[in-house]
C-alpha cells in the first residue's frame, strides 16, 4: 500500500507523500485532489485547501500495520527514483501532483515508509522525506482517519511535530489502486495538504465588525481556532467560555443570537455560520452598545423632532379651538339661561366661522320650538289632568252602582243565611265588569255578574245601562228567563255601537237552597262542596245580551247544601297575561280553589286575585279581574 500527503512547514504548505507498500506497477487511483472528492469541495476549486469536510479528533493511537514495503511511482512513470533537487516547483503551485519536481519517477520501489514532504521556505518550493523513527505516519490521525473511514477529509487542527512543526489543519485524502475491470482496489495511500493556522488567522485579524468586535473560528469540536485573544487558541473549547453559545453554534447551523462577549463577558450579538467545505463555525461578535448605538442616537434625534412637531401642533390646536371655543363658551352661557327657564333670551354673537353660526342659528330655532311646545305641553297637561279629574269621578261613580259589601246589609232577611265576598279591579280607570246582589223577596237572593265587551268609558256606560236595567226589570213576580228576556229587548233597542254583555243571572232560595241560573256567554261559576269537592255548575249557554232580539232564554235548576259555597268571576281572571304572553288557564284556577277549599268567602276571593296579579307581575293588565263567592249557609232550625 501507498499513502500521499502534503504538509507545510514554513508556514505556507505544498505537500508531504507517504507510500506505506508497494504495488503491482500500476499508478495509484487517485479519487481526487486536495479539497475535492466523493462529497467534498466543487471539482471548479480543485487547487482549494481551505474547504471542510468531516472533521476528527486529534490524536496518535497505536499503529495497527506494520512497517510496510518500498513504494511505487505516482504517476505510473519507471521505477526509478532520482535524487529530488531542492527549491523545485513553483511557489505558486499548491498540489504535489502539480510540482515539476514531482512529476514523474516519484515512488523508489526500494525504500518503505515513503513519504515526500513539499513545503515552501523563504519564498522558495522546499522537499524532504519524512522518515521514522523521527515522523511515524502511521500514528497520526491524518493517515488512520481517512483510511478507516475511506473517504476524504479535513483533520482536527494540530501541532505537527516532526513535519511542519507548526499548528495546522490537513485536508486527507485516500487514493487506492485501480483494478483491470476499472473498479477501486486496495488502498494504496494517503495524500494532504496542509494550512498554517498563521495563515487563517492573518485573514481573521483583519476583520473589523464595528469598533471592538471580532471575528473567531471554531473547529468541530467547538475548540478556538482563531480570536483575537492569542492565548485561547488551541486551548480553549467555546463551551468553556459561553455555554449557551456553544450549544447554539452546532456545526453546520447559522443563526443570530443575543449573549454575552465570550472574552470579556459582556452583552453581546452573535452572528455565526459554517465556513464552507472545511465544517469549521465562524462567528462575528459585535457588542450589544455598539449594535444599537447608531439606532439609539437615530431614535433620540426622531423624539427631538417628534417633540418639536407634536409642540407647534398642540400650539396651532390651540389657536384654532381658541377661535373657535370663544363663541362656543357664549352659545353654552345662552343655552344655561335658556336652561334656567329665560325662554326669551336670544343668542345674537357675530360668528365668522361657518359651522359654529350654523349652530347658533339652530340653537336660536330650538329654543323659539321649545318655548311653543311648553305652551302645548301646558295646555296638554291641563286637558289631562282635568279628563283625569272626569275619570277619577266616573270611577267612583261606578263603584257607587255596585252594591255595598255584604256585611254592611245585616239589615236584610236571612241575611245571616248567606256569606257574600266580591271584588272588582278595573283594568283602567273605568271598566265594564260589574255584579250586582238584592233580595228579590224575603226568601230569594238574586245575584248577577257580568262582562261588557270593550274597556273604558264606553264599557263602563254600556255597564252602567245594563245594571240600571236589571233593577227596573227584576222584580218577586216575573221569572229569571223573563227577567233576561226583557233586558236583552231593552238592550238590542238601545246598543248602536254593536256593543254587547256577557252575564250570569242566579237566584238562590236562601229557605230551601234552590239555585236557578241562567248563562249568557259567561263563563260557568264553581261550587266547593263542605266535603271540598269541586265541580263546574253548568247550564245551557245563550247568547250575550244586546245580540239576539226576542230571544227565549233557557235556565238550569241545582240544589245547594249548607256548607256549599259558589264562586263567580268574568274572563279576565283565566285570561290574564304574564310576561311571557302565557295565560293564567281555568286549569290554575280550578287548582288553586281546590287547594283552599276550607278558606271563607272573602279569603277565598283575595287569594284568587293576589295569585291572578302574581301571575301578571310586571305585566299590563288586558282585561278587567271580577271574582264573587258566596257561602250558603242555610236557614237556622227554631
Known amino acids: 500500500m501507498s499513502s500521499i500527503a502534503v504538509h507545510a512547514a514554513d508556514r505556507h504548505s505544498l505537500g508531504r507523500l507517504f507510500a506505506a507498500r508497494a504495488g503491482s506497477g500500476d499508478g495509484p487511483y487517485l479519487p481526487e485532489r486536495c479539497g475535492t472528492g466523493p462529497g467534498r469541495g466543487p471539482e471548479s476549486r480543485p487547487h482549494s485547501c481551505h474547504e ?8 496518535r493511537p497505536r499503529a495497527r500495520d506494520a512497517r510496510p514495503p518500498a513504494g511505487e511511482r505516482l504517476d505510473r512513470g519507471s521505477a526509478d527514483s532520482p535524487p529530488l533537487p531542492d527549491g523545485c516547483g513553483h511557489p505558486d503551485r499548491r498540489h504535489l501532483w502539480k510540482l515539476p519536481c514531482l512529476s514523474t519517477n516519484t515512488f523508489a520501489p526500494a525504500e518503505r515508509n515513503y513519504c515526500p514532504y513539499a513545503y515552501r521556505s523563504g519564498g522558495k518550493t522546499e522537499f524532504s522525506l519524512l522518515t521514522p523513527p523521527a515522523y511515524d505516519h502511521f500514528l497520526w490521525d491524518w493517515y488512520q482517519q481517512p483510511k478507516r473511514l475511506g473517504h ?27 483494478k483491470p475491470d476499472g473498479s477501486k482496489g486496495d488502498l494504496k495511500g494517503v495524500a494532504t495538504i496542509d494550512i498554517s493556522l498563521d495563515q487563517i488567522t492573518a485573514g481573521l485579524s483583519s476583520v473589523k465588525v464595528g469598533e471592538t468586535g471580532y471575528a473567531m473560528l471554531l473547529s468541530t469540536e467547538g475548540r478556538i481556532i482563531a480570536c483575537p485573544d492569542a492565548s485561547k487558541v488551541m486551548k480553549v473549547r467555546l463551551e468553556d467560555l459561553n455555554a449557551v453559545l456553544a450549544h447554539s453554534m452546532m456545526p453546520g447551523s447559522e443563526g443570530f443570537i443575543n449573549t454575552f462577549n465570550p ?9 455565526f455560520a459554517p465556513v464552507q467545505t472545511a465544517n469549521f463555525m465562524l462567528a462575528l461578535v459585535y457588542p450589544a452598545d455598539e449594535v444599537f448605538r ?5 431614535l433620540g434625534e426622531m423624539l427631538i423632532i417628534v417633540f418639536v412637531a407634536v409642540s407647534g401642533l398642540f400650539v396651532s390646536l390651540w389657536l384654532v379651538a381658541r377661535s373657535v371655543s370663544r363663541p362656543v363658551n357664549k352659545l353654552a352661557a345662552a343655552a344655561r339661561r335658556i336652561a334656567g327657564g329665560d325662554l326669551d333670551h336670544r343668542f345674537n354673537e357675530a360668528v365668522n366661522i361657518h359651522e359654529v353660526h350654523d349652530l347658533a342659528s339652530a340653537f336660536t330655532k330650538m329654543t323659539r320650538d321649545l318655548k311653543m311646545r311648553m305652551e302645548e305641553l301646558r295646555h296638554t297637561s291641563a286637558l289631562r289632568e282635568r279628563m283625569e279629574g272626569e275619570l277619577n269621578a266616573a270611577r267612583r261613580i261606578q263603584m257607587s252602582m255596585l252594591p255595598k259589601q255584604w256585611s254592611d246589609r245585616a239589615d236584610w232577611p236571612e241575611h245571616a243565611s248567606i256569606a257574600l265576598h266580591a271584588i272588582i279591579q278595573p283594568a283602567r280607570e273605568v271598566g265594564g265588569d260589574f255584579y ?3 233580595f228579590l223577596d224575603p226568601e230569594r237572593l238574586s245575584i248577577l255578574i257580568g262582562d261588557v265587551s270593550g274597556k273604558g268609558v264606553p264599557a263602563a256606560l254600556f255597564m252602567a245601562m245594563t245594571q240600571t236595567l236589571f233593577q227596573a226589570h227584576a222584580s218577586p213576580e216575573r221569572t229569571v228567563s223573563g227577567i233576561m228576556t226583557r233586558v236583552n229587548d231593552a238592550l238590542c233597542d238601545e246598543s248602536h255601537t254593536g256593543m254587547f254583555v256577557t252575564l250570569l243571572y242566579a237566584v238562590l232560595n236562601v229557605r230551601t237552597g234552590t239555585l236557578e241560573i241562567c248563562n249568557a256567554g259567561h263563563p260557568p261559576p264553581y261550587r266547593l262542596s263542605a266535603a271540598g269537592e269541586l265541580d263546574t255548575m253548568k247550564s245551557d249557554r245563550n247568547p250575550a245580551l244586546g245580540l239576539v232580539r226576542n230571544f227565549d232564554f233557557s235556565t238550569g235548576s241545582f240544589q245547594l247544601t249548607p256548607g256549599d259555597r259558589l264562586f263567580f268571576y268574568t274572563d279576565g281572571v283565566t285570561e290574564a297575561f304574564n310576561t311571557a304572553k302565557e295565560l293564567y288557564t281555568h286549569q290554575r284556577l280550578e287548582n288553586l280553589l281546590a287547594a283552599h277549599a276550607n278558606l271563607s268567602v272573602d279569603q277565598l276571593t283575595q287569594t284568587v286575585i293576589a295569585d291572578v296579579q302574581l301571575h301578571s307581575l310586571n305585566h299590563e293588565a288586558s282585561d278587567d279581574l271580577t271574582v264573587l263567592a258566596v257561602g250558603y249557609v242555610g236557614r237556622k232550625q227554631g
Open 294 to 298: 447608531n439606532a439609539y442616537r437615530l
Open 152 to 178: 476524504a477529509m479535513w483533520i482536527e487542527p494540530f501541532f505537527d511535530e516532526g513535519g511542519g512543526n507548526v499548528l495546522m489543519i490537513t485536508r486527507a485524502v485516500p487514493f487506492y489502486h485501480t
Open 436 to 438: 250586582d246582589y238584592r
Open 263 to 271: 472574552l470579556d463577558q459582556k452583552e453581546a450579538w452573535v452572528a
Open 52 to 59: 471542510t469536510g468531516p472533521r476528527s479528533g486529534r490524536g
